[in-house]
């Protein structure tokens, strides 16, 4: 750790960071690369530690002196100015952030990406403190290219779905489609943030991360998470994997995504912690231009790494369709595309993703196997037994 240096070679020096969702997939995948490669201290924030209580006991880990966790619930908790006042940073990560929930607890969602998220601006704006929130890749919405004829030619030119920060529009569904409460909720905290620093001079990042997957992401339901959960695609497709059900492909599995590795990711979200100079003001795609693929070609994918990281044979029928009627309910609608464009982060913080699709799916699911596969076989063994 010694002589550490930022990217215009200035010395780092260590700080203090209020980590709020600390303990959720991105928070516990960055609480580790603090820890084990940086000299910063983590104030960790969260209604829950499970994902990083390795981090947290035994108290003789090297980093022991160097992060505590504080289980608060932001919402009504009056310990947080005083933990953004003694932090340096805040990093505000909390969020309902799984599209089943944005069209069937739509208050809920909106309530925290948006409300729940005021204070942290405010106090961060009142107290001088650096910001960096968590946005999300879904604030662009739909792309411009899903308006055309579906045999137009331009659908095929960039300009119409490679998804730019400063100047792509963000495009979302009618009202009555309440899949698309989140991203608005989402857009409006930018907007506050965006519109704190022009008129009281809140020095702030915001990230858009767009498909970030990786070990810990969600649960698996009836094992770490409620059975009638529905999490985020990887863990519904480790789910279907896990139990040798078929995938489900909502509406055809025709919606195309960029799928980055969370440890490549978590590389720029360091770069922005230690290069505010470069980072400040600016909203980031981080994502993996490289990595696109329909949910289709991800199940079949996934169905592949998974018989050969198990050495189990694949079903004959391996992906069903379901209607996102059927699988959401009522108001769900969908992003067609999402391509990050990535100039802004590549002049500021000369940052590039590095794994491939397959290579970050073998190792993900390596992680799933090993971690679920016996408590799935149990689960599934007591409820024949029942
Ligand atoms: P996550 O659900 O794993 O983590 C969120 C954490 O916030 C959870 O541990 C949760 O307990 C905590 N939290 C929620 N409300 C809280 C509250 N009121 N008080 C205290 N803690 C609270 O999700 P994640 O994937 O780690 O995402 C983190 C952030 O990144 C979110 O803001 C999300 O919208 C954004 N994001 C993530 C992705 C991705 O690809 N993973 C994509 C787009 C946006
Ligand atoms: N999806 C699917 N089957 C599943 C879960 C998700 O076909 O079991 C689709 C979903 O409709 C969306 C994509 O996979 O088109 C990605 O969904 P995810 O929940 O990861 O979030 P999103 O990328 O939409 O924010």
């Not at 690369?33 to 947290?56: F, G, Q, R, W, Y």
């Not at 969370?262 to 100079?277: F, G, S, T, W």
Request: hydrophobic share 35%; proline share 6%.
């Amino acid at each position: 750790m010694a002589g550490r240096v930022d990217l215009d070679g200035n010395p780092i020096k260590p700080i203090t960071i209020c980590m709020i969702g600390a303990g959720g997939f991105i928070g516990s995948h960055l609480c580790e690369k603090l820890m084990s490669e940086t000299p910063h201290k983590v104030l960790a924030v969260d209604v829950s530690n499970d994902k990083i209580k390795h981090l947290l006991e035994p108290a003789t880990l090297a980093w022991a002196d160097r992060i505590e966790f504080h289980r608060i619930n932001i919402k009504n908790d009056s310990r947080l100015e005083g933990l953004i006042k003694m932090a340096d940073l805040t990093i505000n990560l909390a969020a309902i952030c799984t599209p089943a929930d944005y069209n069937t607890r739509p208050l809920d969602t909106i309530y925290s990406n948006f409300i729940d998220a005021l204070p942290v601006v405010k106090y961060c704006s009142e107290n001088g403190k650096r910001l960096i929130h968590f946005s999300t890749c879904e604030i662009y919405g739909k792309t411009i290219g899903a308006f055309l004829p579906k045999d137009s030619p331009l659908r095929q030119d960039p300009a119409y779905y490679v998804l730019k920060e400063d100047t792509s529009p963000c495009i979302f569904g009618p009202i009555e489609k309440q899949r698309w409460s989140y991203a608005c909720a989402k857009q409006l905290i930018e907007r506050l943030i965006y519109a704190e620093g022009a008129e009281n001079g809140l020095e702030f990042t915001i990230v858009r991360p767009f498909n970030w997957i990786g070990p810990r992401m969600d649960f698996i339901p009836g094992i770490d998470g409620p059975s009638e959960g529905v999490p985020r695609v990887l863990a519904c497709f480790s789910n279907n994997l896990l139990r040798r059900e078929p995938l489900k492909l909502v509406d055809g599995g025709e919606s195309q995504r960029t799928f980055i590795y969370i440890k490549d990711a978590i590389e720029a979200v360091l770069l922005m912690i230690e290069n505010p100079a470069r980072a400040n003001g600016h909203n980031f795609n981080v994502g993996n231009p490289n990595n696109e693929v329909t949910v289709r070609q991800l199940a079949e994918m996934m169905t592949k790494v998974y018989s050969k990281v198990s050495g189990e044979s694949s079903l004959e029928t391996p992906t069903i369709d379901v209607s996102s009627k059927e699988f959401y309910g009522e108001g769900y609608d969908d992003s067609d595309k999402r391509i990050p464009d990535m100039t802004i982060i590549n002049k500021q913080l000369a940052w590039n993703p590095k794994t491939s699709l397959w290579d970050l799916l073998e190792s993900t699911l390596t992680y799933q196997h090993r971690t679920y596969a016996e408590a799935i076989k149990q689960a599934m063994s007591k409820s024949t037994a029942n």
